[in-house]
């Protein structure tokens, strides 16, 4: 992310000043979708996660509140809304496994290799539970995996495996956070983000086999470079006010700030930010249509199923952003189950949203 010396200290002295943003209306025309069992798998998939989370013993109610409104099953249900309750807890378990990972290579970086190359060993079974250290998120992996291959055809399971490597090896890959561009920034959370091995489940709960040739046309990978630029940009928007308070930069907000030059305030990052999720949306919806086209002449209906349910990627990944208390904190009157927009004043444990002001009511028309 370079920027001139002196640019970058005017930039990181109004980065440490900034205490609010204006959060806004982030529209999208394609409809939410959640599967129907999503109440019952949310709460299994709570409950068998439960056992890996870090939860003391001394607050272990607050620890469980905090964990169940994060709402991580959710996600599950809301981007892969098909299959019956197996195929749907599948999902929500995968979901509850990549949140533990993603915070565990976080929280130790000094053994960040060693746990990723013990999940990927887990994944294909070259290595046991027992060859591999006793961590929660290990442990998690290798119950799951076997449910995955009973649920998965074997070549879907190996394209599952494929999607891990590309992760992983994303993820152990040494960046310098510095020399980012924005093209090259969004090939890195393209990879890094761990919900893309989650079109495999698409997959898994429609019983579709998908050819090679479909999967690597060119109009499919620009249509799923589009969709996971829409959701690690949701990502980016929404948890910028943590890694504000981490001082981890590594954020399209951030980015803009050092490197594009029309940009000149946080907010103007968020808008541009903003404006960058509307135009992957319609990007995405551009190749999806040529994708859908092409389907029916050909009459590809696996093919054509799977390009019927993948959209549910984009609004519910969205939604569930509003929701999780990942990103808003536990018992949040402004957390409604609805989008909001307003401004977001910054706090350590809450996200608190002031609605535009609207003076309707007759005693403030004077």
């Not at 749907?88 to 746990?115: F, G, N």
């Not at 990627?313 to 609805?338: C, K, M, Q, S």
Request: glycine share 2%.
């Amino acid at each position: 992310m370079a920027a001139p010396s002196i640019y970058r200290l005017q930039i990181l002295e109004q980065l440490l000043a900034c205490k609010s943003i204006y959060l806004p209306q982030i529209r999208c025309s394609l409809p939410l979708q959640c599967h129907p069992n999503y109440v019952s798998v949310s709460k299994q998939a709570n409950d068998w996660a439960f056992r890996f989370l870090k939860i003391n013993a001394t607050n272990a109610a607050a620890d469980k509140k905090y964990f169940t409104q994060c709402r991580t099953p959710l996600y599950g249900t809301f981007v892969v809304p098909w299959g019956d309750s197996r195929h749907a807890l599948a999902a929500a378990k995968y979901t509850w496994l990549i949140t533990i990972l993603d915070d565990a290579v976080d929280e130790e970086p000094s053994q960040r290799d060693e746990i990723l190359e013990a999940y990927m060993s887990l994944a294909s079974g070259q290595r046991s539970i027992a060859q591999v250290p006793n961590k929660p998120v290990l442990v998690a992996q290798a119950e799951l995996v076997p449910d995955l291959r009973k649920l998965m055809s074997p070549l879907l399971f190996q394209r599952l495996l494929v999607s891990y490597r590309k992760f992983v090896g994303c993820y152990s890959a040494k960046v310098d956070e510095e020399e980012f561009t924005k093209e090259s920034y969004a090939v890195h959370r393209r990879e890094d983000f761990v919900v893309k091995p989650m079109l495999n489940f698409t997959q898994m709960c429609l019983g579709v086999e998908l050819r090679d040739k479909d999967l690597e046309s060119e109009e499919y990978l620009r249509a799923i470079d589009a969709m996971f630029d829409h959701i690690w940009l949701v990502n980016d928007i929404f948890s910028f006010p943590k890694e504000l308070r981490k001082k981890t930069f590594k954020n399209i907000i951030f980015l803009l700030l050092f490197t594009d030059h029309t940009v000149r305030s946080v907010q103007q990052a968020v808008d541009k930010a903003n404006a960058m999720i509307q135009e992957k949306e319609q990007e995405f919806m551009y190749y999806h249509e040529i994708l859908t086209r092409k389907a029916m002449e050909s009459g590809n209906h696996d093919f054509l199923a799977y390009l019927r349910a993948i959209p549910a990627f984009i609004p519910g990944n969205l939604r569930w952003h509003y929701l999780t208390a990942r990103y808003h904190g536990v018992d949040n009157p402004f957390v409604t189950g609805e989008p909001f927009s307003g401004t977001w004043l910054f706090h350590d444990t809450q996200t608190i949203i002031l609605p535009e002001y609207k003076p309707t009511h007759p005693h403030l028309q004077v």
